[in-house]
């Protein structure tokens, strides 16, 4: 199947690794009208690593650093709130990958309990030596209806069943 390739598969431990966010969170954001925060993004880190030098020394880019007093409380609540705000959209996204992933999996479970289901309706109505038949499909948009010698199959699997 396309959706679930095994690239894709392969490449699930690598993303889901990123998101525990081991080096911090990525945020940009712009300023609305009262100056609240607007157009969260979560982005992501850059692929290079930098030695201390370059980090000191090193082109930026554009953007802007605070930092909090240590019993900054309500400053570490607002942090904490867009935080959670910019990670949201990705908690979205990815419940609905899992979810994606389990019915990928779960579908076929139901359309083999069923075909499990027919074997051992089969199994069990050959061990009584009942007879069987199989339907015999016609062209399509033909119609015909025709039975003989039917029975219960309820009275057939009950434990006495006089015949």
Known sequence: ?????????????????????????????????????????????????????????????????????????AGARILSAIRYQGIDRVTIALSQCADHVVSFFKTPRAELAFYRGGLNLHGRLGAKREPMCLPTPLPAGQRSHRFTGLCDICLVLLPVYPR
Not at 43 to 66: M, Q, V
């Open 1 to 73: 199947m396309k959706e679930l390739s095994d690239e894709y598969l392969a490449s699930i431990p690598n993303h889901l690794a990123e998101l525990k966010f081991r080096e911090g969170v990525r945020l940009s954001a712009q300023l609305g009208e009262w100056n609240e925060s607007t157009d969260l993004a979560l982005r992501c880190a850059p692929d290079e690593k930098l030695n201390w030098l370059e980090r000191i020394f090193g082109k930026r880019p554009p953007g802007y650093t605070f930092h909090l007093a240590e019993r900054d409380e």
